[in-house]
């Protein structure tokens, strides 16, 4: 089964403590109560990179543009208990954007420190790509889920030689 297309949007600002990533609460929809990244489906007939402006701006209410965007890797997600759930995601990163985070019917973001992920409050998987994709890696995972649909299976790393 083909997987579904989806994107997500980092955005990454220095604060006193260090950099902080923006995450949101999930309000809606596909993990609701979870802390997320910014973004979601890529429409037909749209570029990644045009999805993620579109999703942040619907989402948090901000203004990133395509030349802002800095490619941060790929995570494709296997679920093998619901196939239709399957996904590739194209990770971004931003430095830059216009606007002030805001609530949507869809997150309320939050401002994290990097070194201090609420990573128990994420999808499982994400502690073995979110870390190093905000530290400047290029991701290429592929994460399978258990028949749970929530705990990791195994993550395979396809672009390191073994």
């Excluded at 420190?113 to 400047?136: F, I, S, T």
């Amino acid at each position: 089964m083909a997987s579904t297309p989806v994107t997500l949007c980092f955005l990454l600002r220095e604060a006193g403590s260090g950099t902080e990533v923006l995450l949101g609460l999930k309000r809606t929809g596909f993990g609701t109560g979870k802390i997320v990244g910014v973004g979601g489906h890529v429409e037909v007939g749209e570029s990644d990179a045009e999805a993620v402006v579109r999703e942040v701006w619907e989402e948090a209410g901000v203004v990133v543009r395509q030349e802002d965007l800095a490619h941060a890797g790929v995570v494709e997600f296997i679920f093998p208990a619901r196939t239709e759930w399957n996904m590739s995601c194209r990770l971004f990163t931003a430095r830059q954007w216009e606007g002030e985070p805001a609530e949507s019917p869809e997150i309320s973001p939050e401002w994290f420190d990097v070194e201090a992920l609420p990573l128990h409050r994420m999808w499982q998987d994400a502690g073995h790509w979110l870390p190093p994709a905000l530290a400047g890696e290029t991701i290429d995972v592929v994460v399978v889920l258990n028949e749970d649909n929530e705990t990791v299976a195994s993550v395979r790393y396809p672009s390191r030689p073994v």
